[in-house]
């Protein structure tokens, strides 16, 4: 999916994390998503803004609270299973989206450069973004338990066992023995699945680096995550103090977790086999090589080694790759749709539409396209508080395109391509030919054509319609001045939207329309008089014979016959043709009707099966 920035790529990414990431958190901590005073709220803010009330006296914005019990976030999967989460936890689909969750991954550009963002002055120190982008994905057992890093640690913090003195606002380790032992425990285990998952990783990593990023002239490289400060619980110390002759002691502040450290160590390869460390990579690599190095890292922990087989599981990319050249960008798109594309379903954003391209490009010429949806998005016009998706490569898209960089002339020539393309697929091919067979010349014929044919079907014609009304903007595109700019942006915009309603209705006329006779084409209605009796009639229709369904009813269309001539067969003895002018300007029911009256016989609701074409086959 391409989209500028602020089109609303990234809430997709965020909103796909948020909703696997709720697998693993409690239900109070999925509820803050659904209360609109918590910074952390999910609900649209269009929404809660147009329901706040604001005190005219002091300026306090008071958001409804009653919205987040109304509200919910779902995603729902091609086979009919759902994951849905709202105000009061995970509504339905836990244990899918633990699966998920557990076997899925989520890279975006402020990960990769969270990698290497640190001054020359300080040591690289990965703990912030193993707790914040790694732990959650990693599970306890060496991948096998139910929980995973992340909710470890955060059992660790929330059990701390120390208490607060609500009068000296001082911090005290329990005095229980046996607590604190158990505690000790829960925090050398936490160290061991850390040492664990970072000895798989060193494993990984650099040999994914040198297969997949080293230049033939360039060194190899041993990345390896260093655990060198462990997390440790620090207890504090008896602090002694005298106060009127009298000793007393009380418990230090110095109570709680440490600052543990993953520390990033690079070292180059010799092709003798001695190891060089870089200092400080962050100063003397260049970002496109510590990107190399993070993205290492990160995929490495989609190895089949580290993350198990499961049928579903994705990859989420959002602007991955901003800060690699096109050479480096070409092999990590060979990356993704080789190596990772036949086991994940991906999901891939970016901004640049350059790059949008070259994968969009690569993608059509040396892979299966229909395994692959291919969007843009754009941020809503000034009215709409949507955002625009569409599907890439049309028309509609590139005129969406070029109206957001004002480039007018060019979004009205794409949106009258548009129209052009809309009525040539889905209008039948003779609605858009002239009574001599020639194609209609302008598109103001062709549209003049089409609401005919859609009225001919008893149908609204509105849509078609208001497009008429906008063909001399279309047609005209230089028309407008610039001191008119405003106007001719709110017509872009509403021809944006009238072509957007149009497409879908015509696809849908030509779904529920079928073609039952030409113009002008002959069919035999047989009546059957007497058990030895029947009398043939030839008619000719004077325009297209139509079955449109909609509304529920299957209706024909109201075409005018005029009939030619009748005979009579009588115990399967054919007579002689002879001329029947009697009936012309009805409709075929209405034919039908006339010669059952004229008969003296009860018409049928299932006239069709009556009429037959002058090959033999039936009508209906």
Not at 506 to 515: A, C, D, F, H
Not at 585 to 607: H, I, M, Q, W
Request: charged residues 25%.
């Amino acid at each position: 999916m391409y989209g500028e920035n602020g089109s609303g790529k990234s809430s997709i990414y965020w909103g796909l994390y948020t909703l696997l990431q709720s697998a693993t958190k409690s239900n109070p901590e999925i509820a803050k998503y659904f209360t609109p005073n918590h910074d952390q709220h999910l609900i649209n803010y269009n929404f809660v803004d147009d329901n706040t009330t604001i005190d005219p006296s002091t300026g306090q914005r008071t958001p409804p609270q009653s919205i987040g019990l109304n509200s919910s976030v779902e995603a729902v999967l091609k086979d009919g299973n759902s994951m849905k989460i709202n105000s009061g936890g995970v509504a339905n689909g836990q244990q899918l989206l633990e699966d998920l969750n557990r076997h899925s991954d989520f890279i975006s550009h402020r990960l990769l450069i969270n990698f290497y963002n640190y001054p020359n002055s300080k040591e690289i120190n990965l703990w912030e973004v193993f707790c914040r982008d790694i732990f959650p994905f990693l599970l306890e057992d060496s991948g096998n338990g139910p929980k995973t890093l992340s909710q470890l640690l955060k059992e660790l913090y929330t059990t701390q066992p120390y208490k607060r003195n609500s009068t000296t606002r001082r911090y005290s380790v329990t005095k229980s023995t046996n607590r604190q032992t158990q505690f000790n425990t829960q925090v050398s285990s936490f160290n061991d699945e850390v040492n664990y998952w970072l000895t798989e990783l060193n494993n990984e990593a650099s040999t994914f680096y040198n297969t997949f990023f080293k230049r033939n002239e360039e060194l190899a490289l041993r990345i390896t995550l260093e655990y060198s400060e462990p997390l440790n619980f620090l207890k504090g110390r008896d602090q002694y103090y005298e106060k009127d002759g009298i000793n007393y002691s009380r418990w230090s502040t110095e109570v709680g977790f440490n600052e543990p450290v993953i520390r990033l160590k690079i070292e180059e390869i010799s092709p003798t086999g001695e190891f060089t460390e870089i200092r400080k990579p962050q100063s003397h690599l260049n970002e496109a090589k510590l990107t190399q190095i993070a993205l290492s890292i990160r995929f490495s922990l989609l190895s089949d080694n580290i993350r198990p087989i499961f049928d579903g599981k994705i990859l989420v990319l959002d602007d991955l790759l901003v800060s690699l050249d096109m050479a480096n960008r070409d092999r990590v798109v060979d990356i993704i749709l080789n190596e990772f594309a036949p086991e994940y379903k991906v999901y891939l954003f970016t901004h640049e539409r350059s790059f949008f391209n070259m994968i969009k490009d690569r993608i059509y010429a040396e892979y299966n396209i229909e395994d692959w949806i291919i969007k843009e998005i754009y941020a809503p016009n000034k009215d709409d508080k949507k955002p625009i998706i569409r599907d890439t490569g049309t028309n509609l898209a590139r005129a969406s395109f070029h109206f957001k960089a004002k480039d007018y002339p060019a979004s009205v020539n794409y949106l009258r391509k548009e129209l052009e393309d809309v009525l040539e697929v889905n209008l039948p091919s003779k609605v858009r030919k002239s009574d001599n067979g020639e194609n209609l010349k302008t598109l103001a014929a062709q549209l003049d054509s089409g609401i005919e044919f859609v009225e001919y079907l008893s149908l609204n014609s509105i849509k078609l319609k208001r497009l008429s009304q906008y063909l001399k903007i279309m047609l005209n595109p230089l028309s407008h001045n610039s001191s008119n700019t405003e106007a001719y942006e709110v017509d872009i915009s509403n021809i944006i939207a009238a072509l957007e309603d149009l497409k879908p209705f015509l696809e849908e006329v030509k779904r529920t329309t079928n073609e039952l006779h030409p113009r002008k084409g002959k069919l035999i209605m047989t009546f059957q008089e007497s058990s030895t009796l029947v009398q043939e009639f030839e008619i000719e229709i004077q325009k297209e014979l139509y079955e449109c369904s909609h509304s529920g009813n299957t209706i024909l269309t109201n075409c005018l016959v005029k009939s030619l001539r009748s005979r009579s067969i009588e115990n399967s003895i054919e007579g002689d043709w002879g001329k029947n002018e009697h009936y012309t300007n009805d409709s075929l029911e209405d034919f039908y009707k006339a010669v059952c009256t004229r008969k003296g016989t009860t018409p049928e609701a299932d006239f069709l099966k009556y009429f037959k074409r002058e090959n033999g086959t039936q009508l209906s």
